[in-house]
């Protein structure tokens, strides 16, 4: 993921999860990821967010997270 984002010269990486469940929120954590705070939302990561809510997702606390890509990841 990181690697394909790079290529792509994006700077970082965003995603949505659950933030209890170990396989998932602690294990991004674990791997560099950070949780995102609602603020910094850009209208992309909003518009993913309410189309899982709409889809049903929304069933256990859930959180934003985000990678900062280091530079030898981008182009």
């Not at 790079?6 to 560099?32: E, K, Q, S, V």
Request: aromatic share 10%.
């Amino acid at each position: 993921m990181a690697a394909l984002a790079g290529d792509h010269g994006l700077p970082r990486i965003t995603l949505t999860t659950f933030r209890d469940i170990p396989w998932n929120g602690p294990w991004y954590a674990r791997r560099g990821f950070a949780e995102l705070p609602r603020p910094e939302w850009g209208p992309q990561l909003r518009r993913q967010w309410q189309i899982e809510v709409d889809a049903g997702v929304h069933l256990a606390p859930r959180i934003a997270m985000v990678r900062v890509l280091p530079p030898r990841h981008r182009r």
